[in-house]
């Protein structure tokens, strides 16, 4: 595994600039980027396969921040892997009209997959991203044609676990069986509140395994890159579960109030950033430094992605001369075009007609939609259209339009 001084020195820019940032801005929430640093250091230098020349590389990897208050952990991701998030939109973090706003938004900055601030959202929508990926994968993958093998990765914190959505789209999840959906727990038991003892004494690990999921845990999230890296890999070798990772780390890492909700949703002191730096051997009267070593190793990882999707295009270039009627299809709902003929499918009713509970008439819809114009009947066995749109009624279903359109 091998981790060096140019690591964790990559590890303290990503919590220098989320320190910075909500300085500059006198707003946000330092305190999750600080303590996630060293998972995101290890998740998307080590594991994320992704091109930030294309963010929309279909094949790529998803990535979910779902405790999405801790967005400049996600904004200093992606700017330092090189997407098209400047050291300026940096400093204009939370101000008007930037793309760098107080929660990651999908539609303004490249690289956002989606949406999140209220907590529990972005769990869920990682949930539908999982399923399109696996009914996307029945569907188009042929022998010797894996076109579709991407994982979903999520962050989330306590807060996203107290809400019931979460529970109802991680319940599906693993209802599904979906081993392509990772998802890292923050757990630093602290809310904005003060401690999760407050309200929150559950047993996450018996709740996600009775929901179906494979859990590991990591003592150590503050240090232990190595352990981080193996609960990885130990979760991508699950094929048929979806997996939580339990991640104990410490929220606000380096600050003079690490550990406590004092650094949840509030900009760090002056002199709490000074000794900080210090610590981590930046000058503490300079801001906004990226050390070119950093930006060196996140680079060469982004070429990676770039070869990666440079390969992917060429595997897909022999199976649209090989399965053309698919890769068309696939390419049509890629660019979200509609099936042409799709309407002629629809039902027609009159005033005449008896009356019928609005339930049915969208069930009816749905089916003629699904059986008519798309015929999607999948080959994955846990993966009928019925089921899933009428299972996921919540912000699940939202990703799978992609997929439907």
Known sequence: MGYTETDWLAINTIRTLAVDATAHAN???PGAPMGMAPVAHVLFNKFMRFNPKNPDWVNRDRFVLSNGHGCMLQYALLHLFGYAVSMDDIKAFRTVDSITAGHPESHDTPGVEVTTGPLGQGISNAVGLAIAEAQTAANFNKDGYKIIDNYTYCFLGDGCLMEGVSSEACSLAGHLQLGNLIAVWDDN??????DTNVAFTEDVTKRYEAYGWHVVAVEDGD????GIEKAI???QSVKDKPTLIKLKTTIGFGSLHQGTHSVHGAALKADDIKQLKAKFGFNPEESFVVP???????HKHSAEGAAAEEEWNKLFASYSSKY???ADDLVRRVKRDLPEGWEKHLP???PS???IASRKLSETVLSKIEGGSLQMTSSHPRLGWVHMLAATSAMVCVNMLWVLS
Not at 189 to 194: A, F, L
Not at 223 to 226: A, F, P
Not at 292 to 298: F, G, I, R, S, T
């Open 292 to 298: 070119q070593e950093v930006y060196d190793l996140y």
């Open 324 to 326: 053309k009627a698919e």
């Open 348 to 350: 027609v009713y009159t």
């Open 233 to 235: 890999l130990e979760a």
């Open 189 to 194: 038991h602290i809310t904005i509140d003060g």
């Open 223 to 226: 240090n232990d890159l190595e």
């Open 353 to 355: 007609d008896p009356a």
């Open 27 to 29: 707003s946000g929430h």
